[in-house]
């Protein structure tokens, strides 16, 4: 286990070195950032680990990387910092990590699955929420609710119709006898079909404005002409 941990660690030297050449961190900062981690990873890698254990790291990492970010903040005048996506990013790659070690000793935990997906939309990671999502499903087809919760994701987000529609047709096949599966994908199509009337009353609309304009560019042009 303590090689494990320690090639984890000096994987992450680049980064803190970057984060001290920065101003963001101190070098005392760093070493009390490298004993936690190594406290963290630890108690993660036992026997006896628990989903508490993955969740107390990723909090730590959480305040971490709000404080690197307030840091970050009052640097940016210093293009250096900016240029470098490890100096943002660095700290959300390890919680996605966490996260991601966390969902494979727990699998069947939902509202881990939940937290993560909240994780990603609130940093802006849609393509590791909508991956995350694919897995839940997978694992958990009968929880019929995080079918609704993935179309919603998918129509909010990518603006995919097709994919949100797809994935409530998948629900049905899988979860038949579920009312609120059907009620769900009815409202999706409902939805569709009043963007399209709105979008042909636009059309409309735009088309007998540009009607009404020739019209009078031609009752114009006639009076020129008197």
Known sequence: ??????????RMTVELSLLVKCGIFTKQ??????????HFEYKVRR???????????????M??????MARLKRLRTNSDVMVNPMVKAGGLHHIHNIFRRALSRFPSDMLLWGSYVDFCAHNNAERSASQA?????????EQTALWVFAARWELRTSKSLRTA????QRAVRTNPTE?????EYARLEL???????????????????REEEEEKEKGSGDDDEE
């Open 165 to 168: 529609r797809g994935l409530l």
């Open 63 to 68: 305040k971490l990387q709000k404080l690197r």
């Open 29 to 38: 900062e760093v070493q009390s950032i490298v004993r936690k981690r190594r």
């Open 179 to 183: 009312l609120g599966v059907y009620v």
């Open 1 to 10: 286990m303590a090689d494990h941990v320690q090639a984890i660690l000096e």
């Open 133 to 141: 999502m694919s897995r839940a499903l997978q694992l958990h087809p």
């Open 191 to 209: 939805d569709a079909l009043l963007d399209i009337t709105r979008w042909k009353q636009r059309q409309d609309m735009r088309r007998k404005q």
């Open 47 to 61: 026997m006896t680990r628990t989903k508490e254990d993955f969740l107390a790291y990723i909090e730590y990492e």
